[in-house]
């Protein structure tokens, strides 16, 4: 396979590490001198001078456990490193990380078994995350393509990665990315499993199953997609629906139920499945099989049958102490959302929500990345703690290279818009620099600042692309005549001048006005009420 | 000026024209027979055989007027000619058109002189529109490529387009795109004014703003932005802003008022100008020169204190039976957009809400048609009545015509998401058409119904290009093998002929699991609670 992957910092960034715990982070020196910081996801690739060998893969960091999992531990007290690593990332106290992790309302996905991650948090008191989805399939797409897939991923801002990989090579391209993931990873462990029985649904066993996740809990996946809660008494449910059952995972075990008329195995098998995944620390992410697939289906029985079953899963995971979040929709009009995260929030006692999308209209293909980050940015706004992004092949294709960046892009719009109406603290400051930066024609620290500075700069540069324009006080937009922001700084600066000659408030108005009128038009201040 | 313009229906489409009123749609056959229709911007540029004549522009509409306006006309229980027209594009009854407009809750901007556009309407009860902005600035750009914008706009939906042209050629511009535009158009006298006065804010005066507007109207333009708002006494209320005055027009005014230490000369003469407008019917859309242009200045004391004067302004002109609509912000996080829309409906007694965007955040420039579409959509479901489309180049330079239709198409996204939230008739029936073909794997029908049908199609052909794929019962993301959607379908079809088979139900359980099994495990359907 190709070892070639995407390297080196940000325009205008350079990759930092942060106290005892060097912890990550991407730092922005402004032209001012200010040098502010971002959460960062992008692993050593970002450095200056990291060069990758993808055989040997990351470093890795040591583990110590004194408890099985994250959740046992929190509850016993303790501040695990992970916790703390993770308070350091948020700028948040290890005993709220502690806390929310001990009453489920958070989770670290990190699997013993996979050192060369950097933890993170996924729950609603903390920065909204973003999942991107790779994967190869049966007609296209090679384990190489993947490895920088995940690389390009987490460069952009992807907090986690999911491996949906289902064709040929599941395992080997499995095991490159883990080995070279800088974030957790989650698969969905039914489609190795179909493989394994040569593709027939109706052939899959609990043993097949069970074996596959141990398969994958040994390699270091942090979270595994569980369809548990596709109870057969639902799937008669989706009948009447306009797109049935769109999960690939619903619809594998609701054809494995149909067919034996018998319960889902992962259901009657879930406190065995529980005791796997506490043994290397693996998360439970509660898959949604049963998930509307347009707007026609959102919010009806199918869907919240399976939500309430999920939420007494979630008791029965966490009876064993193993960390649980519950993935939700899918295709969701706006009116519904914000039942969604209430329902869910009650039913699965406030276990983190990871939702897809949802996609506020099924009407623009090609554009899904659209519909889904209105969606995405209103139910993260309503307390879902993370998203997983949409690209613009959904319902296509399969996503390429340009497709992985503009969905993560999308998706960290919205979990910032949503951590910036949540009023997250330290949220909106990343907003405030950049419009300092806008006010003050900064054109430098405006690139730098933005979520894509490569993007920002070559919008820019086709309408003026000479370098004196990046110093320039206007823009292309209303051009060097008149440039509104610099009314408003001749606006400030004269009251700024003002205050300073408070002592000249008994001039007249009209000598005022002429005075300004011959230093050329430039403005004066009073609260005049006429 | 190059006379060449995109011309031709939309793949999958073509034009109609409905009734006795020859209202356009855009009709759709699928390959089930059925016909469906979309409501339709594009004028005749989108028929089959149109061959366009920009010299002598587009055919021209027949006006009758008994009142000097629509508002005029509403109150006196007159259903006008183009109360009718409104009535039978957006399938809702005249009186209700009529009703809405006498209130003042919507508004038909249609200029007298401007009989090339198709009439439409603007308020909360009907579909939510979409404006897209064109223009020559000082910088860039030409008349001849500015009509093609306007073509190419309203080819992707946009309802309206103001004509934002600051540099030479503003007349001649306008113009041409009046002359050849099927849509209502709206512009910023004050940027034509100031060109007069040779670039020099304090030059400005009501005389030559009056003779701007004038010339406007009798061009035909059918809606004006007008910051009669901005009150100088207003003005020192952006000093503690962090991004001051960011529209143009307002920053024009504030400059004049300090340098003047006079009152608005819009504001002073508000009631002279409303004469001017109702003797062309050319409806206000009365600026918000102090919208804040950052987050951080969203629902500040400067941005209500203007709004509550468009309020008072809107009462003036009803007064003088004028069409009134009211424009919004801007940057607002999402916790902040309810608001906006409250206080304006309350203030500006249900006026027509006109925004732009907002955006959600400030931190992705180059991306702000996504930022402002998450806050748009949210905006139109809270009740704004047109939404100012954002393209990825706001803030960073002016758009080509790729940026055009990005912008166009994110907000026909988020228009649409907002008519599905509100329950409008009949859009959830688009959703429900394009689920259906996807259900259905119609892909060909899928194209069609797409807001965008060539971007879907070549998606769909970069990963499945062969002519098989576009019959074919799965796509590229799940590949031949498994298909969710096809478990649906065989699930779906086992149901209803277990239906038919109801004198079935004394069969065991058993013996109905070998039967499925032996016939290729298709599914069968029990409701069996266990």
Partial sequence: MSRAVTVGPLPGSRKAYR????????EIELTTGQVVERYDTSGPYTQTDYVPDLQKGLPRRGRTRNHPTQLLAARAGEVTAEMAYVAAREHLPAELVRDEVAAGRAVIPANVNHPEAEPMIIGKRFLVKVNANIGTSAVTSSPAEEVE???WATRWGADTVMDLSTGPRIHETREWILRNSPVPIGTVPIYQALERVGGDPTALTWDVYRDVVIEQCEQGVDYLTVHAGVRMEYVPLTVGRKTGIVSRGGSILAAWCLAHHRENFLYTHFAELCEVLRTYDVTFSLGDGLRPGSVYDANDDAQLAELRTLGELTRVAKQHGVQTMIEGPG???MDKIAENVRLQQEWCDEAPFYTLGPLATDVAPGYDHITSAIGAAMIAWHGTAMLCY???????????????????IAYKIAAHAADVAKGHPGAQAQDDQLSDARFEFRWADQFALALDPETAQAFHDETLPAAPAKTAHFCSMCGPKFCSMRISHDLRANAEARTAEAGMAEAGMAAKSAEFRAGGAQIY???VNQ
């Fill in 525 to 527: 201040l009073p609260v």
């Fill in 390 to 408: 949409v690209t613009p092949k959904e319902h296509l294709g399969l996503p390429d290279r340009d497709d992985v960046k503009a969905g993560v």
């Fill in 331 to 333: 295709h969701v009009p």
């Fill in 149 to 151: 897939k995940m690389v």
């Fill in 19 to 26: 106290g005892d715990l060097r912890t990550p982070v991407r």
